[in-house]
């Protein structure tokens, strides 16, 4: 069984160019605003286009130095954040 392929509700923006360290999370129904550093970015950016755990895990290993279990345990945690905002959905 393959993961599940989740992407970022349509009310999510990103904002943020992926060079500078100013990175935003705009959720345009509460109009609640979010501050992201790098890391949280890589993994917006890469949840706009649809990604499953193992890719998010991926992105971060290879960009990090970290161990892959300590990797995604950051991700699960961060999309179980977004899931809890309801700016989290499953990709068709």
């Not at 895990?57 to 990090?64: N, Q």
């Amino acid at each position: 069984m393959s993961e599940r392929k989740l992407k970022l509700n349509q009310r999510a923006t990103v904002e943020g160019n992926g060079v500078d360290e100013d990175y935003v999370l705009v959720d345009t129904h509460s109009a609640t605003l979010c501050a992201c550093n790098e890391t949280a970015w890589r993994l917006l950016d890469t949840l706009k286009s649809g990604a499953t755990i193992g890719e998010m895990t991926d992105r971060l290993t290879t960009a990090y130095e970290v161990e892959e279990e300590t990797a995604k345990a950051h991700v699960v945690e961060f999309v179980s954040r977004l899931g809890v905002m309801g700016l989290i959905d499953e990709a068709a």
